[in-house]
């Protein structure tokens, strides 16, 4: 049987596994050079449940006679699965990649519904559909960077502790919501606040410091790698002195 998701795909051989389309093995081929460990049609997902029907339901057939009549169908509404061309998984990554030449008709749906089923899942997840060699380097960047982000994201969550109680259920808040911009302000506000004090600071009180220095860092970083505009540090604490009138401006 052919491929039913990619019209006119053709099957092929590579590393003792049939793939269906030429495109799938470079998809394979590009991932294990860059050192994953890509599985072919590994994982079937039940996207939609099956069920018994209690309403009856007539269909029409066509007898061989060319007649047509209703006949009574009430058998189990199969489910409705999805086998993704590529599964992996890196660094609790959930990685699925499909390979996509001229895709049937069927297919879109059963994207929306597979993309809703993710939604539920436990864990992290992405999903790319692929079309070429290049957007397969692409993917490849996009999941490194994702598996730096999630290590990052780790380490903020606990040094968040490290900010002043209304901060850091705010803080949690805005990590919750992905609002890192604005977590990365108020960190910024208390190392400011703290720094301006700091020959005054006892040790614990400095260490708070060095760990929320350390959170401002990652937090650029993270920031960085999400594509968001950076805040500096110098205009913050310029901003912060200007509200606690240490200096007016000249303007």
Aim: net charge positive; proline share 2%; charged share 35%.
């Amino acid at each position: 049987m052919g491929n039913k998701k990619i019209k006119n795909a053709k099957k092929d051989f590579y590393d003792n596994i049939q793939f269906k389309s030429h495109l799938e093995i470079v998809i394979y081929k590009t991932l294990k050079e860059a050192g994953f460990k890509p599985l072919y049609e590994f994982k079937k997902f039940t996207i939609w449940d099956g069920y018994r029907p209690n309403v009856l339901f007539f269909n029409r057939v066509i007898k061989k006679d060319g007649s047509k009549s209703f006949q009574l169908c009430n058998q189990k509404v199969r489910d409705i699965t999805y086998t993704p061309d590529f599964y992996m998984i890196v660094d609790k990554l959930h990685v699925i990649i499909e390979a996509k030449g001229h895709e049937n008709d069927v297919f879109p749906l059963k994207r929306k519904i597979f993309r809703k089923y993710l939604e539920k899942q436990k864990g992290n997840y992405i999903y790319f559909e692929v079309h070429s060699k290049g957007e397969v380097l692409n993917a490849i960047k996009i999941i490194n960077n994702l598996v730096t982000l999630t290590t990052m994201l780790e380490k903020i969550k606990k040094l968040v502790g490290y900010l002043p109680l209304k901060d850091e259920e705010l803080a949690h808040s805005f990590i919750q919501r992905r609002k890192f911009e604005e977590l990365q302000e108020i960190v910024l506000s208390t190392v400011v606040k703290l720094d301006r004090k700091r020959n005054d600071l006892d040790g614990k009180e400095l260490d708070r410091l060095t760990h929320l220095q350390e959170l401002n860092g990652y937090l650029v970083e993270y920031n960085r790698l999400l594509g968001n505009e950076q805040i500096d540090y110098a205009d913050c604490f310029i901003e912060d002195a200007i509200e606690n009138g240490e200096f007016e401006d000249d303007v």
